[in-house]
């Protein structure tokens, strides 16, 4: 792709940081998004950047982010679905609002922000949609009914979306992260993490890094023949 341009959502902590340092050091411009005020360039150490702040669940907001950003000739190529909450409950004590906070944040801002981008991607014939998912919306978890129905509809989404839109050559795939260490699992006790590690073949926790190389993978020319799939980093925890 001679245009690289990537568009994150999330892009404040974790792994949404992650994969715009990795794109940002692959020359990308990055285009991030998060709720609250953030300094992307700052962090990135760049001026191939801009911060939005942007609720992905405002329709509004999210229309004057286009027109914003056709303004400066910056609409992406690359749009990467990272935003995403937990409101963790055992399903007979969740609250109707937990769970419509959840498929809201986590499955419908996913069709928000597709639908902004995609036509423009079908213009150029031109483009990759990645969506971060996770391993509980394949094999599910207990006190996550909402969270692994959002993750799990990603699924989906994605397949039925990659067979509209492959031969106009945009691709849409899904990334499944295990168990990866950012601020979301430091609270582990250690016996809960010893829990963790022992249902996990490699016996240790992944990384941001590893889902930020391969987003930057599918979304460069190396990657453009894989469409329509989820793929899970790990460590073996789920096996399809």
Known sequence: MDKKIVFITGVSRGIGLEIAKCFSNNGY???????????????????????????????????????QLKEIDKVPNVLINNAGITKDQLFLRMKNEDWDDVIETNLTSVFNMSKLFIKSMVKERSGSIINISSVAGLMGNAGQVNYSASKAGLGGFTRALAKEVAARNITVNCIAPGFI????????????????????????????????????????????????????????????
């Open 181 to 240: 260490e950012t601020d979301m699992t430091d609270h582990f006790q250690d016996k809960d993490l010893e829990n963790i590690l022992n249902q996990i073949p490699a016996n240790k926790m992944g990384n941001p890094q590893h889902i930020a190389d391969l987003a930057l993978f599918l979304a460069s020319s190396k990657g453009n023949y894989i469409t329509g799939q989820t793929i899970s980093v790990d460590g073996g925890l789920f096996m399809s």
């Open 29 to 67: 411009f990055v285009l991030g998004t998060s709720r609250s005020d953030f300094d992307l360039a700052k962090v990135l150490s760049s001026d191939e950047c801009l911060h939005i702040q942007l609720n992905v669940t405002d329709r509004n907001q999210i229309s004057a982010c286009l027109d």
